[in-house]
């Protein structure tokens, strides 16, 4: 029986509950830990206004907490055969083994903000995964970018020879577009980091509760204040979040798109040992750049994500519909999938060979037409136009004779003044400001410190000692 059904339901055609549920029950178990951690914030808010006695409490607690250690932890949870979702599975474990105590921790909630609090934790804990592979790739990048700074390469524009570049300017060039990434995501996390719980169906709850204290266990940083905009936020989360995650994406997929252009044996920059690329079945010297082509797909499905949420809530009016179970069986696995494309990144780039005399080939002797130029301008006293004209004319008279072993870039970000301390500073501020570690600490108490069980200081330390220590962290 669904905790929906009245005791008059003759129940629901197993093909509706079928082609309803879809793959709610394998989503779903990504996110029990943390309908657990928001059902024990739930129910310390349920004490302190009188609805559940301090045993109660006490009980509940007790058990909610051996559910997420000794069942989620040790991945011996399931979704029984004949329940719904994870508020039911969790609520049937509580009134299994609880009785009528188990039933009451429903009180002033309905699923509707009970995925919504679901999805938010489950989200901050994935976004603060997300930024430290994203870190860990970054840091790689920078280290590369130091270690071949001094290696030439040809830059181009419209895929054309344009102008010399390097590979310390290559590498780290995607370690700074990987900052404004994290920008993004962090303007994303503090859109989430707000609480629904209390908007109940999206209409808020007769009973007197105290959703500021909630707001302070869960270690947000405020309230979704309006309940009917707390549920109008289902689908436009998912859609800001899958933007921000886009945006890494299409730096994976945009230096993966290089990385198979630079192996290709027309450009033959940089190589990888055969253990990391495959071959053909029928061409003996192929070396295919598979993981990088993996990556590029995955990404670029990825990028169309957003897309698909818009087009999915783009006509619906407020209020819930179940037209968000769809987004969900979409939006949780791109985490994990995005997480992988990263590390596979770096699994590679720490074996990446760099080749170092690719300027010596004659084919690249025009990249150099603007170090010509510039030395005419700087030393002999040529304007700008003037000295563009006599180059241009060298070149298509083959009177043209290139600079190689003189290129000069000083200025900041140019090859010889790559400004890579300044670019790992960025994007360590932008991690701090996520203040990962206050959510470390709501979790760490609500799963695992002594909470004192009598609801007047109970009252006490969450409505003042929490809120006090949570919004100075």
Known sequence: MKIWEKKTNSGVDKEIINFTSSKDSEVDLLLAPHDVIGTIAHVIMLESIGLLSKNDLKILIYELRNIYVEKILKKNFKIDEGIEDIHSQIEFLLTNRLGEVGKKIHSGRSRNDQILVDLKLFIRTEIKEIISITYSLFDLLLKLSEQYKNVLIPGYTHYQIAMPSSFGLWFAAYAESLIDDVLLIHTAYRIVNKNPLGSAAGYGSSLPLNRKMTTDLLGFDDLNYNVIYAQMGRGKMERIVSDALASLARTLSKMSQDICLYLNQNFNFISFPDYLTT?????????????????????????????????????????????????????????????????????????????KDILKEDKYRYLFSVEVVNRLVLEEGYSFREAYKKVGSDIQNDYFKPFKNKVYYSHEGSIGNLCNEKIRKMMKKVIKSFNFDKIDRVTKFLIYDRIPFQGLFINIMVLFSWTFVLTNL
């Open 279 to 355: 071959g053909s079945s029928i061409m003996p010297h192929k070396k295919n750049p598979d993981v990088f082509e993996i990556i590029r797909a995955k990404c670029n499905r990825i990028n169309s994500l957003p897309n698909e949420i818009s087009l999915i809530t783009s006509n619906l009016c407020s209020g819930y519909h179940r037209d968000y179970q769809i987004i969900k069986e979409r939006f949780i696995p791109i985490f994990d999938e995005l997480k992988k494309c990263f590390f596979m990144s770096k699994y590679m780039l720490n074996h990446i060979i760099i080749r």
